[in-house]
């Protein structure tokens, strides 16, 4: 199986902060990387696609990018919306598998 | 819009059998392929299982194998999960999701199965 490392785990961040997750895979996946934001309560929703491509109405201050083996997911400017956990996901090869996520936090 | 709303999970002992449900709306469905994932606190979001849009070809994930089975009902729109043989590590909330190319963009708000005795 193809494992998923993400850093930091949890993160502190303030309204209007640059952010920079990254996410690891144990082998090369092409762009075979998928992000997700996922708010307590709630199901995941897709936010990124092969690596780099942004999911229809997503704001256009995230950005995902990366190839083979590392990943990054970059919100621009932080809004209060964004505090949440991400996940990234590989679809290279079955089993599907998803990183541990982060968790981002208000500063 | 789109819509997965999933239903049957609860409470069930070791060893006991649990029939989930997905019912899907405001597309096509029989044109898409479909997912269970779950997830726990302990160990994340975990992948379960796998559905063609013809449901002919179906994959699992290694700890559910033998014990789990995915089906559909494109007349109904629906996507079922039947779960036999459950274990304490099988307690989880439950979503289905569709897949399109190779991500999953819709997800259903989830259903909570705990295996307890």
């Known amino acids: 199986d193809i494992q998923m490392t993400q850093s930091p785990s949890s993160l502190s961040a303030s309204v209007g902060d640059r952010v920079t997750i990254t996410c690891r895979a144990s082998?090369?996946?092409?762009?075979?990387l998928n992000w997700y934001q996922q708010k307590p309560g709630k199901a995941p929703k897709l936010l990124i696609y092969?690596?780099?491509s942004l999911q229809s109405g997503v704001p256009s201050r995230f950005s995902g990018s990366g190839s083979e083996t590392d990943f990054t997911l970059t919100i621009s400017s932080l809004q209060p919306e964004d505090f949440a956990t991400y996940y990234c996901?590989?679809?290279?090869?079955?089993?599907?598998?998803f990183g541990q996520g982060t968790r981002l936090e208000i500063k | 819009q789109v819509q997965l709303v999933e239903s049957g999970g609860g409470l069930v002992k070791p060893g006991g059998s649990l029939r989930l449900s997905c019912a899907a709306s405001?597309?096509?469905?029989?044109?898409?392929?479909m997912n269970w994932i779950r997830q726990t606190p302990g160990r994340g979001l975990e992948w379960v299982s796998y559905?063609?849009?013809?449901?002919?070809?179906?994959y699992y994930a290694d700890s559910v194998k033998g014990r789990f089975t995915i089906s559909r009902d494109n007349a109904k729109n629906s996507l079922f999960l039947q779960m036999n043989s459950l274990r304490a590590e099988d307690t989880a909330v439950y979503y289905c999701?569709?897949?399109?190319?190779?991500?999953?963009?819709?997800w259903g708000q989830g259903t909570l199965v705990t295996v307890s005795s």
């Open positions: 559905i063609g849009s013809s449901g002919t070809t179906m």
């Open positions: 999701a569709r897949n399109i190319v190779d991500y999953f963009d819709y």
């Open positions: 092969a690596a780099s």
């Open positions: 405001g597309f096509t469905f029989s044109d898409y392929y």
């Open positions: 996901q590989q679809s290279y090869s079955t089993p599907i598998t």
């Open positions: 082998q090369s996946i092409s762009s075979y």
